[in-house]
């Protein structure tokens, strides 16, 4: 009878396992911060143990939860971007690349020059998983080094050129459009020879520019011996990108990349009947 007690009350224990993650959502964009929020909480809602490096605070408090705070004193993270910086001519898109180096360099600076940072990198680890960007910079990619442990990388926005080559994804430019440009598919035969030359320049501008610049920033806090970025970029096991074939580009894929657009979407509401009359009057085509 004893026996019976006992194998009752084990049928309902449940082993479980928890990661200690580092989450780092290092660009002070809030549209982008908004996709490491969401990884975030799903994962603690899993039970494992998050600590999270963002400009923006998760509004819900959870026991295994832990932010580090990178907004500095006197600063505003809103509302401060134009719009009009991303359109313009040819070339202007173009050299959106040298803006996105500009935002990299100076968020890899202020972020690592903080008390903030340094306190963590002293104190905290080990890590199981470390999720980090792999948008404009891999500056954060030194975390890998310092902690031992694998990336997941996240793109908040499409597969930029230079990441393509890093995870054998295909990229041809007669039917991927350049994430930085403005071309859709079917791409004309200028449209393809202008995509493949600013594929060509903005590999280029990565390689030379903004992995020199990355690089000698965190060596500053991680010493010599860190091992280049561009080697520690082919270390990253997986890259999730907000990207979705239904509204971007559709392009070949491989298993180390994984589309994760719309995840942002937690609740789904139905759509009210005024806007499916509304869809309808405005497109007899529109499939709903």
């Known amino acids: ?48 143990d998050v600590t999270l490096l963002s400009y923006f605070a998760i509004e819900e408090p959870h026991l295994n939860h832990t932010r580090v ?6 600063h505003s993270y809103l509302n401060h971007l134009d719009m009009e910086m991303f359109t313009g001519t040819k070339i202007q898109k173009w050299l959106t690349i040298n803006l996105a180096q500009a935002f990299a360099k100076r968020i890899c600076e202020e972020d690592f020059g903080t008390d903030t940072v340094r306190s963590f990198l002293n104190q905290s680890g ?3 998983v470390i999720v980090a960007p792999t948008f404009n910079s891999d500056c954060y990619l030194s975390f890998m080094y310092k902690f031992e442990a694998p990336v997941v990388g996240v793109s908040t926005t499409g597969v930029m050129e230079w990441v393509s080559e890093k995870f054998g994804l295909p990229s041809n ?34 390689e030379n520019l903004m992995v020199s610049n990355g690089e000698k920033i965190a060596k500053e806090y ?9 080697k520690l970029v082919y270390n990253v096991s997986i890259m999730l990108v907000n990207h979705h074939f239904n509204y971007h580009v559709r392009r070949p894929l491989v298993p180390a990349v994984l589309e994760i657009g719309g995840i942002h979407v937690r609740k789904i509401r139905e759509v009210p009947q005024v ?9 007899d085509n529109l499939c709903v």
């Open 1 to 48: 009878m004893q026996l019976v007690r006992v194998l009752i009350l084990l049928n309902f224990c449940f082993v479980g396992w928890s990661y200690r993650i580092l989450v780092i959502s290092a660009f002070p964009g809030r549209s982008h911060s908004k996709i490491f929020e969401i990884i975030s909480l799903g994962l603690i809602e899993k039970q494992h």
């Open 222 to 230: 991680f010493g010599e011996g860190l091992p280049s970025l561009n």
């Open 173 to 206: 430019p007669a039917y991927v459009p350049n994430t930085l440009s403005e071309l859709v598919n079917p791409i004309t035969f200028v449209g393809r020879i202008d995509n493949f030359l600013m594929g060509v320049f903005h590999r280029l501008y990565y």
């Open 275 to 283: 806007g499916f009359a509304y869809l309808r009057h405005k497109n």
């Open 126 to 128: 080990p890590f199981d």
């Open 69 to 74: 705070d990178l907004r500095q004193p006197g």
